[in-house]
């Protein structure tokens, strides 16, 4: 016996179109299970207030089988309009000249302002209104109740299961082919008063117009897929970047807009993968951090979202990773697109983390990440240099006596260059030579550090030679122009004991390039390789 109990109730619950009961009233206070759905001053010759406002003490309280709500997002049914959000007068839901709607959420169906003595068959009364506009409200009950109704039917026909494809548009990387695509189900419920329904879906995309859908006939309690396709989309543009929402109303054919009997609002974005959130502006302060003199260090950048890149708001966090010293992430940053947030900066306190690093340059590691998915938009990086002004082996007298580059470098063949150290006093007799290339802006080129970890000293006045060579291919990606060698000399304690720069030109040779039957090209280009090495010379 409670086995056919129970089968019986599946099939109660789920028969195709089962309708629930909506009911309103007016009351001091909404009970269990009832929403509060909108305030009026009094029960007849009203002002009307929202339900979040606390101005009036008669509620609208409505119930229904499936939990309902206020929103005017999603399936919802507009009730009427009003003037503002407290001490308002309302007006038909079908017209626009008051804002603020008055919505219940959670249900599919129609409204319509009925001048009548009571709704019809199927539908609830939730307000009624002294006219059309600018209107007092009342409640529905015989004494209190105007001749204009906000009749409800729940059992109207709706809009189900819409998407669309694609539902981000990608400049960038158009769909083939080039369509964007809305789908739908038109369902037309059990109680309906449209049977059948002959229905009419107009679909709306900013810029692109409207595309209609129509399909006659639904059988109450009957589904019918249908969709709407707009091929002309390649005229979506640079200018329609951003939130594009698609409008879908669906009407009781033929009479356009008279027969409404829903709207329904779904997202649809236009981006541009090719414009993309970044870090700008990334730098070290300080740039030189000194073991001895170890001070917390700041890493400063800026976020740039790009028109385009399909955040509308990026809700940005960045993690940035210091060697040795560990991560710090920033709190969440809102930037607006097509803005650049004010300078960031995070800092990283570990003195003694920051005096332990080894001499030489570290990569500071930053991850743009989207706050909202967790998801990491780009990688950056930005170097700090380590040195050590003193500490064991400091003051002693091996230097770096010369450095020998050829002038100039020529970038088809590389180049050797020669280190020549010497100890002056006694007290030092092992250490590393580093090396350091950067470009006339001080920035790394690109090449890993060179070392020449046999250095020694053998003997007071005693002399070492360093012969670090840069192949053609090391030095193939280098402009034209003038660079910077730091040669650093570390003691084997670990200290700086003498740094030297030296400048040096590169450019490009090719004997292909001079031309041997002209002695004036010849003379031509003799004469700019000399003032380059002028140049070179004048900065060493």
């Known amino acids: 016996m409670k086995k056919t109990l129970f089968l019986a109730l599946i099939i109660v619950l789920f028969i195709p179109g089962f309708v629930s009961a909506l009911t309103c009233s007016l009351k001091a206070a909404c009970g269990a299970g009832e929403t509060d759905i909108m305030h009026l001053s009094a029960a007849t010759n009203a002002h009307a207030e929202i339900a979040t406002q606390s101005n009036y003490g008669q509620k609208v309280c409505c119930s229904h089988t499936t939990p309902i709500g206020t929103s005017c997002a999603g399936n919802h049914v507009e009730i009427v309009n009003l003037s503002a959000a407290t001490n308002a007068h309302a007006e038909d839901a079908a017209l626009a000249n008051y804002a603020t709607k008055v919505c219940i959420s959670g249900v599919s169906g129609g409204v319509a302002l009925r001048n009548a003595a009571a709704c019809n068959a199927g539908e609830v009364c939730v307000v009624s ?18 001749p204009n109704k906000a009749c409800v039917n729940v059992s109207a026909p709706s809009l189900q299961n819409i998407t669309v494809t694609p539902a981000n548009y990608d400049l960038s990387n158009r769909p083939s082919p080039d369509n964007v695509v809305v789908e739908f189900t038109i369902v037309n419920p059990s109680g309906s008063t449209y049977t059948p329904l002959n229905a009419i879906v107009e679909v709306s995309l900013p810029t692109l117009g409207n595309h209609t859908a129509n399909e006659p006939g639904i059988a109450e309690n009957s589904n019918k897929a249908s969709s709407v396709t707009f091929n002309n989309s390649s005229s979506l543009g640079s200018g329609d970047i951003g939130a594009n929402p698609i409008t879908l109303e669906l009407y009781h054919a033929p009479a356009i807009p008279a ?87 995070i800092t990283f306190n570990d003195i003694a983390a920051i005096a332990a690093l080894s001499t030489g340059f570290h990569t500071v590691s930053l991850d743009l990440i989207d706050n909202d998915t967790g998801g990491s938009i780009g990688l950056f990086s930005v170097q700090v240099r380590v040195i050590d002004s003193g500490g064991p082996g400091s003051g002693t007298g091996i230097v770096i006596k010369s450095v020998d580059i050829p002038a100039p470098v020529m970038k088809d063949d590389g180049f050797d260059m020669t ?122």
Not at 130 to 143: F, K, M, Q, R, Y
Not at 477 to 497: M, P
Not at 499 to 509: G, N
């Open 129 to 146: 209104l002294s006219s059309t506009t600018n209107a007092h409200l009342a409640d529905c009950t015989a004494g209190n109740a105007y």
């Open 259 to 345: 027969n409404l009997i829903a709207t329904y609002t779904v997202p649809f974005t236009v981006s541009d993968s090719s414009a993309t959130p970044s870090l700008t502006g990334i730098a070290a302060v300080p740039a030189t951090q000194d073991k001895q003199a170890a001070v917390p260090q700041e890493i400063k950048f800026r976020i740039n979202n790009p028109a385009g890149s399909g955040y509308a708001t990026l809700n940005a966090r960045v993690g940035v990773t210091f060697p040795v010293v560990g991560s710090q992430s920033t709190v969440v940053i809102p930037v607006a697109m097509g803005n650049v947030s004010g300078e960031q900066t």
């Open 419 to 540: 280190i020549v150290s010497k100890n002056w006093e006694s007290g030092q007799e092992t250490g590393t030579i580093r090396v350091n290339i950067e470009d006339q802006s001080g920035s790394p080129v690109g090449i890993a550090e060179k070392t020449d970890p046999n250095f020694t000293m053998n003997a007071d006045g005693g002399e070492h030679v360093s012969v670090l060579n840069y192949t053609a291919a090391e030095i193939s990606g280098f402009e034209d122009g003038i660079y910077t060698a730091r040669i650093r000399l570390e003691d084997s304690g670990g200290a700086l004991a003498d740094e030297k720069t030296v400048s040096f030109a590169v450019i490009l040779y090719r004997t292909a390039s001079i031309p041997e039957t002209n002695p004036l090209g010849i003379l031509m280009v003799l004469a700019g390789v000399l003032i380059v090495v002028g140049i070179a010379k004048k900065r060493n």
